[in-house]
């Protein structure tokens, strides 16, 4: 029994700071880091909006001036390029990893080989993917700064997330849907189609949203695979360099001229607006979905 | 019904769980005088999340030393009563309250009571058994800790006085550094009490204790629950009217958000006042 | 999974005779097709799934290539020398172990690999406490109206571009940080051991610190979301154990809600870890972009190996016998090998510290 003091007056108050400083520091760090994704939003916008042209949005780049348009049609077919081959290759590795994987008890099994890959990849910095790139696409295979090396390697960049978000996906279509389809006959093919994959369209269209939303905004990977040029993009896969919206921002903030600092800031809003587009639509099928998920 | 309070203490060899002292000596004698003879009371107590009402006017004193069931059928508002006793339901959304609550004569709400030290003295076992993510001999010492009211070695002491006196220690002493995620559901729970125990409480809230436990290991805890008294005193709400006529003094009849009957156990299951509580307790309802 | 897992190899049984024949040539050749369907997702699943693999080992088998003549011209030298030295690349080439390489080539990648590791881990220490606390307000403290729209903004700060995020610190956070307050800190800290590493000189804005600060930045929403998931999973029952013992939300949030998803906030800190690791574009424009500096106190300007790639990579060209691209490469595999070790290290302390079976440890 002696074990057990009462505790003293001090105790309790003491408690009763440290319990009041928890609650002030945790809306403390909140604001910390709300606070700057509001600064740098507005600040870009700011610097944007008083020199904004609309005709940006029309006119290609000249030299360091001029508008963006090739940039914003480049970023588009990167989009587009991205879309169906990391989207394809995505979905279909999440839904192997899900679905088709032979489960073993092993540690080291081919798929857990495959699937540590994967989390590697995603973690390997898109500097060294688009070095890769140019070593091995743009310069051994002689394909030059174009369209496809900056589609492969942003791809390969994006397809590790892809897979992700589609195996979490389809890791929660109710055990029962595939059951259901089991006892009504169905082939494993047709039932993964028509049921499991159906019902798990929201997970895997946010996860590809995400993933045009990163491959859009990705500078390092494209600079030595893509390049740049005045141009708008040209219906050729190799040999033809590519612009994109993220170059001009790279390039021209620290170069000596205002046009050209008006382009990088006009570049930069431009693939702001893009990004969050396709953030906030991300949001909303999460959004929509959940409303008519049962809890 | 339930057994005396000294054959209990020297049969298991286990001090009461009774703290709060002032004088040792004369409490060793006579640990409530001095106290209003009912440990816990709710006067005119309204509850409600909301627009909706739970609990309507609800006058209960709880006499110390002894164990008080709450029956009723689901949505009765057994547990959000329960929860209340300790101020659990204060955070909760919407939550709406009327009238009083007193401990030891004074309000639960009052500005002098500090949050922590009531519900140190209102301690709390759940449904489901709710280990910490903490070795199971943390595990027991996780609110002494938090409370500061031992240190070092004294937790070891603790730990073990407290297994010992819910039968878990035999069971655990050799894996006191294990996870408790491994032990059984029923052991589980022991150890949950343990935890409850170990700060020392003057009443102990039990929300269906032994429900989610099978048969042997309900009878243990139920073993266990009536050789605490008079030492402590307990809340206990169940759906299992076997249990509440096995372990309690006093029975709550809660119906329909309302008290519909109070008294002494035999008297609420033999001769039921209300055609509802006798219609409850006879198994034509709920 | 049953299911899915039953018809390994087996082919599947072929329509009926009398369907067939009705049919035209065009839909008989869908229907082999459809009743092919099991064997063909299994086939594309298992390339596509294998194409992570494949690409890890191109990169590192295309850049290890590459690096060899300088992993062998400059040797252990690579990792302790301080200077990035291309040499006199218009000059005589002179050959070392078969390697040619401009005279006077040599190059160490020292304060690159300290530049790396320094400004990560800047960044992972102001970024875990102030996550961590983030998270707690959304989840804990604030009623879903206001924390749902609060945690948008962080996924928000997430999708931000590097490059965006690179402008606006070197445009606006460096020069601000630069004029009001590393001065103050600066002039006030006292010449002892540790601490005068925080003395002046301030420079422009450009360095270690306004570097660590934008990383941090860039991975705080990483470690908040994830962390964010995390706490919503813990269930309320052992919260509630843990209220109901007397406990503040302070113990409970460290006794019972941390300890519960302690696995997962470390494969969250490691994702961070690893972003900051290879991030590239916004260090390029903010750390000054050096080659050889160490910088001095924790203001300086400095470098770091992604940061050293993108900005070095096209005129390393001008090296004709590719021995300057080799010495990026080198670089190149030295960052991967770092972060594979920084997700290694993460996986051993996750399977330790996952001792007492808590639910989650997948790692976000």
């Known amino acids: 029994m002696a074990v057990i003091a009462e505790p003293d007056r001090s105790a309790i108050r003491r408690r009763r700071r440290r319990e009041v400083a928890f609650r002030v520091s945790t809306l403390v760090t909140l604001a910390l880091v709300v606070g700057p994704a509001a600064w740098i939003l507005l600040g870009v916008v700011l610097r944007a909006l008083p020199h904004w042209r609309w005709s940006v949005l029309v006119t290609p780049t000249q030299g360091a001036a001029g508008g963006l348009s090739n940039a914003i049609l480049g970023t588009l077919a990167l989009m587009a390029g991205v879309l169906v081959v990391a989207g394809t290759l995505g979905i279909l590795a999440g839904v192997f990893l899900a679905e088709l994987a032979p489960v073993t008890g092993r540690r080291w099994s081919v798929t857990g080989i495959l699937r540590s890959a994967t989390d590697v990849l995603a973690g390997v910095p898109s500097i060294t993917l688009g070095f890769v790139g140019y070593l091995a696409l743009v310069l051994a295979l002689h394909w030059g700064y174009s369209l496809l090396p900056a589609i492969l390697v942003l791809s390969v960049m994006v397809v590790p997330y892809i897979a992700k978000s589609t195996e979490s996906a389809l890791r929660q279509v109710p055990t029962s849907y595939r059951e259901g389809a089991e006892a009504l006959g169905m082939r494993q093919g047709y039932a993964l189609r028509k049921v499991v994959l159906r019902s798990a369209i929201p997970g895997v269209a946010t996860g590809l949203l995400i993933a045009l939303a990163i491959s859009s905004g990705e500078t390092a990977p494209l600079l030595y695979t893509a390049g740049f040029t005045n141009t708008l993009p040209k219906v050729a896969l190799i040999h033809h360099p590519v612009a994109y919206l993220t170059y001009p921002v790279w390039t021209f903030y620290d170069y000596p001229t205002p046009a050209a600092h008006y382009l990088a800031y006009d570049a930069a809003l431009v693939l702001l607006v893009l990004v969050l587009v396709l953030l906030v639509a991300a949001r909303l099928i999460v959004a929509r979905t959940q409303r008519h998920a049962d809890r | ?286 | 999974m049953a299911i899915l897992g039953g018809a390994t190899g087996a082919a599947p049984p072929a329509p009926p005779v009398k369907a067939m024949r009705r049919a035209s040539v065009a839909r008989r050749i869908a229907a082999a097709g459809w009743a092919h369907e099991s064997r063909i997702w299994k086939i594309g699943g298992w390339v596509a799934a294998s194409v992570p693999l494949g690409s890890l080992v191109f990169i590192l088998v295309v850049l290890g290539h590459k690096a060899w003549p300088s992993v062998v011209v400059n040797g252990t030298h690579f990792f302790t020398g301080s200077a990035w030295k291309p040499g006199s690349t218009y000059g005589t080439t002179v050959h070392t172990h078969g390697f040619a390489h401009p005279a006077g080539s040599s190059y160490g990648a020292w304060p690159l690999i300290a530049g790396t590791l320094q400004t990560s881990i800047i960044a992972v220490v102001l970024a875990v406490p102030i996550s961590l606390g983030a998270a707690f307000a959304l989840t804990e403290r604030l009623p879903g109206w206001l924390s749902r729209p609060l945690a948008f903004a962080v996924e928000i700060l997430a999708g931000i571009p590097s490059v965006i995020i690179g402008l606006w610190g070197v445009l606006t956070l460096g020069p601000f940080l630069a004029q009001d307050v590393y001065p103050v800190i600066a002039d006030h800290m006292p010449d002892v051991p540790v601490l005068s590493y925080f003395r002046n000189p301030v420079g422009h804005g450009e360095g270690l610190l306004t570097t660590g600060l934008v990383l941090g930045l860039m991975i705080i929403p990483i470690i908040t979301a994830t962390t964010r998931d995390l706490f919503l999973q813990v269930p309320p029952l052992p919260k509630e154990g843990g209220l109901a013992l007397g406990m503040t939300d302070a113990e409970v949030a460290r006794r019972v809600t941390l300890p519960w998803v302690r696995s997962g906030i470390i494969g969250a800190t490691v994702l961070g870890l690893g972003r900051a690791l290879g991030e590239t574009m916004a260090v390029a424009m903010i750390s000054g972009a050096a080659l050889n500096t160490i910088s001095p106190n924790i203001f300086g300007t400095m470098g770091t190996i992604a940061a050293a790639i993108v900005t070095q990579l096209d005129s390393s060209f001008t090296d004709g016998t590719g021995f300057a691209t080799s010495a990026l490469a080198e670089a190149a595999v030295v960052l991967v090998a770092i972060t594979i070790l920084a997700n290694a290290l993460a996986r051993v302390v996750i399977a330790r510290s996952a001792r007492h079976g808590m639910p989650v440890g997948r790692g976000g």
């Open chain 2, 1 to 286: 019904m339930s057994a005396g309070p000294e054959g209990v203490s020297t049969e298991r060899g286990i001090t009461t769980p009774v703290v709060g002292a002032v004088d040792p000596i004369l409490d060793a004698i006579d640990p409530d005088r001095g106290r209003p003879p009912h440990v816990m009371e709710t006067r005119d107590l309204t509850l409600g999340f909301g627009a909706k009402a739970i609990l309507s006017g609800v006058t209960a004193p709880f006499a110390r030393g002894t164990i008080t069931a709450l029956i009723g059928p689901t949505g009765s508002g057994k547990t959000t009563f329960l929860r209340t006793l300790n101020r659990m339901n204060d955070k909760v959304r919407g939550f709406r309250r009327e009238g009083s609550v007193l401990l030891d004569g004074e309000s639960i709400w009052s500005t002098e009571q500090d949050l922590f030290t009531l519900r140190r003295r209102v301690g709390m076992l759940f449904q489901r058994p709710n280990p910490f993510p903490m070795s199971i001999r943390d595990n027991v010492v996780a609110g002494v800790r938090a409370h500061r009211i031992a240190k070092g070695k004294q937790l070891d002491v603790v730990a073990e006085q407290r297994l010992l006196e819910v039968g878990l220690w035999d069971a655990v002493k050799d894996r006191l550094g294990d996870s408790p995620f491994q032990l059984s559901g029923g052991q589980q729970q022991l150890l949950c009490l343990a935890r409850a125990l170990a700060i020392g409480p003057e009443v102990l809230l039990l929300d269906e204790p032994t429900s989610a436990l099978d048969p042997v290991s309900t009878e243990f805890v139920e073993h266990l629950l009536l050789q605490m008294t008079p030492a402590l005193s307990m809340v206990v709400v169940t759906h299992n009217l076997g249990q509440a006529r096995r372990i309690s003094h006093q029975t709550m009849f809660l119906y329909d958000g309302n008290l519909v009957e109070h008294g002494p156990t035999a008297q609420v299951f033999e001769h039921p006042v209300h055609t509802h509580t006798e219609r409850y307790v006879t198994g034509r309802m709920g």
